[in-house]
């Protein structure tokens, strides 16, 4: 059990026992305040669902996923890029989100070719769309992070967790989609949506698109 999951179970027999104990209610409340950091409450309230962006025939939210868990984190600027969760907390997240989704690698690929990829690029790691997306600014790429070891520089690269995962043959273990984009001049991938498979450990964004 999660410790936000704890608290919950723990906040709700507290006051079933005494509902009408005003202390108790105080109690509380100062629970809730201390023990949930101001993201978390704002996505309860459901809030960070309005701000969306219809790309297509598609709706995303505009903004990274900002809730706080034991294992996540984030950089400088954590309220304006989004924390970082490794890829069983992201399909958690999203699990809990009501009419949101983790995207899938085809939720992506239709992204991709609205922004300009055609089809010989279907089997492609790097494909067109980076600089369409970058110009969209109400989907927020930048400011970005990623973490490889230790997070990468703020606005260099925005890394987002796909729902698929694959096994590799080599080894036998569990890896899962991400996208790339690059922020870096002269890197010859900043044009592009660049896909590559990583450890389910690894931490990335969560970027949720609409059932």
Sequence with gaps: MTIEKR?????????QKKQN???????????????????CLKEKEGQITK????????????KNLDIFTEESCCSELCNLHGRLYTWYEAVELADQMEGWRLPTLAD?????????????????SNRTGG????????????PGSCMKGEIVKLNEQACYWARDTVRATSN????A?????????????IDQIYESITSLSAKKSVRLIKE
């Design 131 to 142: 600089s369409e997306l970058k110009k969209i600014p109400s989907f927020n790429v930048f």
């Design 108 to 124: 992506w690929r239709t992204l991709e070719k609205f922004l300009g990829s055609g089809d010989e690029e279907d089997k492609l």
């Design 7 to 15: 608290i919950r179970w723990y906040l709700l027999s507290f006051s």
């Design 51 to 62: 701000e969306e962006i219809k790309i297509g025939n598609q709706i995303w939210m505009a």
């Design 172 to 175: 036998g273990k569990l890896y």
């Design 21 to 39: 104990n005003i202390m108790n209610q105080k109690v509380i409340l100062l629970a809730m305040v201390f023990l949930f950091p101001a993201s």
């Design 177 to 189: 989609y991400t996208k790339t984009l690059f922020n870096q001049p002269g890197n010859p991938k």
